[in-house]
């Protein structure tokens, strides 16, 4: 029905940066919050950043300044800015969205795949 694929995650230095991105793709009739949930070994799954339909954000206070969270609704996609990167920033980072889907109308919270983010020190 939906899916969500990631891409852009890998291995880069302290102080480096990446850019995830999240597509959605399937019967969808529109997305609600979009969010990057991030998971490190041996811990919990914790939520990075939020961004609703109008834009507004809200992030984990240790990537405030760091990270930047956005969305394209026309390609129903979200993006994730990591700059100056910590080695405490390794984890699998997950994309998370509410999806209200048509035909009939429900909604449904679908989880992306994960894509690795590795930063050495």
């Known amino acids: 029905q939906v899916q969500l694929v990631e891409s852009g995650g890998g291995l880069v230095q302290a102080g480096g940066s990446l850019r995830l991105s999240c597509a959605a793709s399937g019967s969808i009739f529109s997305i609600n919050a979009m969010a990057w949930y991030c998971q490190a070994p041996g811990k919990q799954r914790e939520l990075v950043a939020t961004?609703?339909?109008?834009?507004?954000?809200k992030y984990l206070d240790s990537v405030k300044g760091r990270f930047t969270i956005s969305r394209d609704n026309a390609k129903n996609t979200v993006y994730l800015q990591m700059n100056s990167l910590k080695p405490e920033d390794t984890a699998v980072y997950y994309c998370n969205a509410a999806v209200l889907l048509a035909n009939p109308y429900r909604w449904l919270e679908v989880w992306g795949q994960g894509t690795l983010v590795t930063v050495s020190s």
């Open positions: 961004i609703d339909s109008s834009g507004n954000t």
